[in-house]
């Protein structure tokens, strides 16, 4: 846990920015202060990106070292994947490199192609150095399959971090279906600043479903948003200002400021995703053609929606189709970002990404349509005792709660209770406690006008059926399942959501803001389904002492343990 100490540390260098904070030869940051705050990228003009001057790329994919069946079966498939937290090198400006905190050292991170039924452990080890990156404190890392239906000791429990030389095995079930998931850094009190360094990465999980109804392969593409301003040696710049959070003047997508990809004109579907630590976006397109919604956090949307633009904020996951088949050869398009309110922009902060059409000399298109409707195979997936989530209604609902976001006494809390007050309690207070499968009717209200907050409900997938804006109905973009809720100013949303386990094992899980620096600073606050004191997240299955020797591979796992258990 961290100490009254630490997190007053902490919070000094969010206000002083970090600019001028440099590591050392063993990448250790030395404590020297920052004179002033950095509020924008302190480049020389030659070293400043230049918007679409970068080809777009897409995050490499991981290998599993091992792949298998669980005592012969077939049926029981499995997947063994290792990764290291480490820093390496990038260039994401030009002439200069940045010092990244990744796994396998690259941002983003290796992405993990996932298939419904498939287990899958991910051995991660910290071998990152002593003291954090663009905190002083000590590196610890905790890492959150966002979207999983993990158990909770798998789930990124805030509090059971990996110090550097240990090692933790996550186990995925993968029963879900079918969605863009994402995994990243919950160290609490330094969530953002990992996060920030460089600790995300794509995990796509697939079905039958989507790969009969969706764009494959070559035309299913990630695209990881982020945003971040640098000091003049091209290091990573921080300021949370004043604990509010950080946006930066330069937008990237896979790492890349504001990139070309060349695209055939044919349908592609994207897998947008907000990694920033604080900013939202309103992503449309140049020539204000609609984009097609297709999916959102949790899966694919009953009804296909065409959209001029849609409202994204950190950690939602929307899949897209833009059908470039009506553009020339040579044309040019444009993503472009009409921002939301409570943002802080730059002069480039307007623009995502461009498209440019180039000849297409490939076999026949295979997807040729925009669909209308979608069908998710939810019903065929709550044949395990569950209800698809979007045919849930308010009549099943057992019980209704608020959560209401709201700054206090300079801190950020959900119904006026902080992390802390869950630490202090033993890790025993509880917002709810609702038994496994049990349905519930839950508000979110952000009661104030200077800030947005992108909730995020750890464990479940939900169907909004109400906001108090939009004449009280979901938004055209967000009428599928969903797992972060846009609190905007003055917002609330009602949601309905089921508690499925997988395995009707239950424990504790985490609700917060996606603001990563609200969310450390300390809006976050947990319920358990069924006993609390299942899957203790903190004690179930620790992490360990890495003891693989150096440079062996494939790397040590407890085959006692499969995964998914």
Known sequence: MTTRRELLKLGAVGALGLAGMKGGDDGAPSTAPATAPVR???????????????VFRRPPEL????????????????ERYALTQQLGQAQFVPGLN????????????????????????????????????????????????????????YDGYANDFTAPGNVKNYHYPNWQTARTLWYHDHKHHVTAQNVY????AFYPLSDKFERAQLPQGEFDVPLMISDAMFNADGSLAY?????????????????????TMKVKPRIYRFRVLDASISRSYRPTLSTGDPIYVVGTDAGMVPKVQAVK?????TAERYEVLIDFRKYRVGQTIELRNLSNKNNIDFANTNKIMRFQVVEDSGPAASYTRIPTTLDDGGALNASRGGIATMSLTPEMATAKRELKFFRANGQWTINGVTWADVEKSGFTKLFGNPKPYDIEQWTITNASGGWFHPVHIHLIDAKIIARNTNGGKPFAWETGPKDVFYAGENESITALMQFDTGADAGGRYMIHCHNLVHEDHDMMTQFSVGDLRNNDPITSDPPVLDTTPAGSFPPVYRPDLPPGT
Not at 40 to 54: C, E, K, R, T
């Open 40 to 54: 924008a990228s302190q480049l020389a003009p030659q070293n400043m990106p230049v918007p679409y001057a970068g």
């Open 63 to 78: 290998t599993p070292f091992e792949t298998g069946y669980d005592g012969g079966d077939p049926a029981r498939p499995f």
């Open 98 to 153: 940045t010092t990244v905190a990744g796994y396998n050292g690259i941002f983003p991170g290796p992405t993990i192609r996932a298939t419904q039924g498939t287990r899958i452990e991910v051995r991660i080890r910290n071998g990152l150095p002593p003291l954090g990156l663009l905190q002083p404190g000590a590196f610890n890392t905790v890492t959150h399959l966002h979207g999983s239906a993990s158990l909770p000791q």
């Open 197 to 200: 360094s460089g600790l995300a």
């Open 239 to 259: 300021n949370d200002n004043d604990r509010k959070g950080l946006w930066g003047d330069i937008i990237m997508v896979n790492g890349v400021p504001w990139p």
């Open 309 to 313: 633009s849609w409202r994204q904020g």
